[in-house]
């Protein structure tokens, strides 16, 4: 503009100004998003610092493992084992590809867990399971009941199936435990030590499902699922002998197909089973469950809610539930196991 003279200066408007465009253009941004309707179904199978490891499940790419990345448009929504996503870009599965997860399909079940009780954030442990089994050694290290009424009551609340798997039958009897639980109906499952697996109740139990196992380092839970799908095996650690807990090998939850085994179907489409082996635990937070969701696990109470005063917590004086069970419409033993599961956030997780 040098060399103008003030008149001049005065007679300019707007029009006049030339702007500079920016280095990337003058595209008008769009909230539309491609449909990738070209997109292939997949299964994360673990996650390893922002990269997934997926499973094509299609006629054209059967049974291959790619790896792949979260696209920008999907944002801040995250992507957990057990989700069914839908994968763009390089599918080839061959050294240094990577593909793109541009979509995560509506999950039908979400497990869950905070470091503990006082945590304001959740972790998703697995999306899309049915099964949760709950592995307890019976000795070396010792049972740790209020671990498992956490973990039962974190499946009821996802509204997972649970399975108690106990381990090391050789070394302790399951009966005290299973006495515990009896009320419940919590369907079990009792193994020996590794030197003497009986693998197929607990196959029978797995088949057609996806089971999340979850358990303490040292019961075991590890080694059982080397020994259910042998192909993948992951490292295992040992129990200390002074503190009676085990060392953490695992550090990141994977989902694995169950291999065919004798009474399988294994037809073209029949579905195996999948295992989800996670990270050992030494605590379970449940700040995200609702409380009053556990009592839908528990449908011979449930219908005796409605004589309860609103917002009943279900362990109080006035709660309904005591008249149903007096009323004999329920076993007294099954509103006892419903109150210690209420009480688990009131308690230390100690044994």
């Not at 994360?44 to 490891?53: I, W």
């Amino acid at each position: 503009m040098a060399g103008l003279g003030s008149n001049r200066r005065k007679d300019l408007d707007e029009d006049d100004i030339r702007i500079r465009p920016g280095k990337h253009g003058s595209r008008p941004r769009t909230r539309t998003r491609p449909k990738h309707e070209d997109a292939r179904e997949g299964r994360v199978l673990t996650v390893d610092r922002g990269r997934y490891t997926c499973l094509l499940e299609d006629e054209d790419a059967p049974d291959r493992s790619i790896t792949a990345m979260k696209a920008r448009e999907l944002g801040r929504k995250g992507v957990v084992v057990g989700d069914r996503v839908a994968i763009v870009g390089d599918l080839s599965g061959g050294e240094g590809s990577l593909a793109r997860i541009v979509r995560v399909e509506e999950r039908r079940s979400t497990l869950r867990r905070t470091a503990d009780d006082d945590d304001p954030y959740e972790r998703i442990i697995v999306a899309n399971a049915d099964q949760l089994a709950i592995v307890t050694a019976l000795a070396d290290p010792e049972p740790r009941p209020r671990l498992i009424d956490r973990c039962l009551v974190a499946a009821y609340d996802a509204g997972l199936e649970p399975l108690l798997v106990l381990t090391k039958a050789d070394l302790a009897s399951p009966d005290p435990l299973l006495e515990m639980y009896g009320a419940l109906g919590v369907e079990h499952v009792v193994t020996k030590s590794e030197s003497a697996w009986d693998l197929d109740p607990i196959r029978a139990r797995l088949a057609g499902k996806v089971t999340v196992f979850v358990g303490h380092s040292g019961v075991g839970k590890t080694t059982l699922v080397n020994e259910l799908v042998p192909e993948h095996r992951r490292a295992t650690g040992h129990v200390n002998e002074v503190t009676g807990r085990g060392r953490h090998t695992t550090t990141s939850a994977l989902s694995l197909r169950l291999p065919p085994f004798a009474g399988a179907t294994d037809a073209p489409g029949a579905d195996r089973g999948w295992v989800v082996d996670t990270p050992g635990v030494r605590s379970f937070g449940l700040n995200h469950v609702d409380l009053g969701r556990v009592i839908n696990a528990f449908p011979d109470l449930a219908a005796g809610t409605e004589g309860c005063p609103r917002a009943c917590s279900h362990d109080e004086p006035d709660c309904g539930l005591d008249a149903w069970v007096e009323a004999g419409h329920a076993d007294p033993a099954r509103l006892y196991s419903l109150r210690r599961l209420l009480r688990t956030r009131e308690r230390d997780e100690g044994d």
